[in-house]
């Protein structure tokens, strides 16, 4: 980690050192505004670069290296270890800068997460008029969230080249979004100042404000069968894929897979990973089997993961060989994230719509389906509202990134840094 130089003896303070060592005093006049063709240029750069989740390093590198290239200094750069507590491993954690304030207020977070989805590895991105979308059919294009990242790093860029002035800043890259938050789940708090407004660009068009989404769980399910000959003795076998397709076929049948709706409730699940079998003259014994369910009522969540799990108990009892031996289930399961709803009047919710209406937006408030790093935000104390930059289609080859909306998105951060818009009661930290 690399940490914030000693305080040594001087008539100013460390944090007016460092703004002047940073920025200079803006002479513009009006709201500012980015450089746009630089942040399209730099995110060309950012969604070429391949990082799924737990092997970010490359991406955040390049980052550190566009700050530094811009003249922050190294002591304002730091890490985490989130990493080192996810269940993934991986790489590297969270990045992490903090810039103290030319001027008093509440301290402001902006943040995205940088992995994408491994369809994503290997994309070239194409710019097709107001488009980027992937050069090959066989990618999906990664502007989940390579543009919510390059919005940040593109306002950080700017407050370091026009020298503007603005409130105390923190700005959060994190890792493993996509396999259930894990990099804001582990991040380490104590490293962003105590924010006060806290602001996530991620999907969607640039004018969506979502203030709240579902909560998940993930299950794993291992069906222990027995192995026989196919061909020879099928009737000594216990076939785990057998037990497995009963499983699965009753949840759809019943209206538990995919989207469900009951009197009681409205949520998704979905068996995502299936793995058995090696060869078709062996009864198979084994299935590893990972799945999901989401709902924003936290007893219905519960709900379905029981109903799947009993779903895959009675299919065990019923798959049997002819000396009534049955497979057996080894079940796991985890919170990925809880749901979660931001007050209407919530400071963050009305700072990001001002920002919006001032660059000629009209926001529209929206509750999300699925988890956001704002999910584990809100619920470790820090309200975290979050915006879109433009993308369309995420997770499918089928992605691309509108960018007019992707402009709009790098209008709005800096206004958001530049504390352009006055909220009522917040704090003011130096």
């Known amino acids: 980690m690399v940490g914030i130089p000693a305080k040594k003896s001087s008539k100013s303070s460390p944090s007016k050192r460092l703004s002047r060592r940073i920025l200079g005093r803006s002479e513009a006049v009006g709201p500012p505004e980015p450089d746009l063709n630089q942040a399209e240029q730099l995110l060309m750069q950012m969604l070429a670069i391949p990082g799924r989740s737990g092997q970010e390093r490359r991406v955040l590198e390049f980052i550190v290296h566009k700050l530094r290239q811009a003249g922050l200094p190294r002591s304002a750069i730091q890490w985490d270890q989130a990493h080192e507590r996810s269940p993934l491993g991986g790489e590297i954690g969270n990045l992490i800068v903090r810039l103290p304030g030319t001027r008093r207020g509440g301290r402001r977070l902006l943040m995205a997460h940088v992995d994408t989805v491994p369809l994503c590895v290997g994309a070239r991105p194409v710019r097709r008029g107001d488009f980027i979308v992937p050069a090959d059919s066989t990618t999906a294009l990664g502007a989940d969230n390579r543009a919510g990242a390059t919005v940040v790093l593109s306002t950080a860029l700017e407050l370091l080249r026009q020298g503007l002035e603005h409130p105390p800043l923190v700005f959060l890259w994190t890792v493993q979004e996509e396999v259930g938050l894990l990099g804001a789940r582990f991040a380490k708090l104590g490293l962003l100042g105590k924010p ?12 969506k404000v979502t203030i709240g989404a579902t909560g998940g769980q993930r299950m794993r399910i291992r069906i222990h069968g ?72 936290p007893a219905f969540r519960r709900k379905i993961v029981q109903t799947i799990r009993e779903a895959f108990e009675r299919a065990a009892q019923e798959v049997q060989n002819i000396h009534g031996q049955q497979a057996r289930i080894t079940w796991e399961e985890r919170s990925d994230y ?15 719509e001002a920002a919006l209406r001032s660059v000629g937006a009209s926001p529209e408030r929206a509750i999300s389906q699925g988890g956001l790093d704002a999910n584990w935000m809100t619920q470790r104390g820090i309200p975290t509202v979050t915006l879109g930059c433009g993308q369309v289609n995420p997770h499918t080859c089928q992605e691309y990134l509108i960018l007019p909306e992707f402009r709009q998105a790098c209008r709005a951060a800096l206004r958001l840094a530049t504390a352009a818009e006055s909220v009522p009661a917040l704090e003011t930290t130096p």
């Open 338 to 352: 809880e749901a979660f709803r931001l007050a209407d009047d919530e400071p963050c919710v009305l700072a990001a």
């Open 226 to 297: 027995l192995a026989s000959h196919a061909g020879v003795a099928p009737q000594d076998g216990v076939s785990a894929i057998a037990v497995a397709g009963l499983a699965i076929a009753r949840l759809q049948q019943e209206g538990w897979h995919g989207l469900v709706e009951k009197p009681e409730g409205r949520g998704t699940a979905n068996i995502g990973v299936i793995h058995g079998g090696e060869a078709t003259n062996v009864v198979p014994p084994e299935v590893d089997i990972q799945a999901e369910a989401r709902s924003h009522d």
């Open 196 to 207: 006060r407004l806290a602001f996530n660009f991620d999907g969607g068009a640039s004018r």
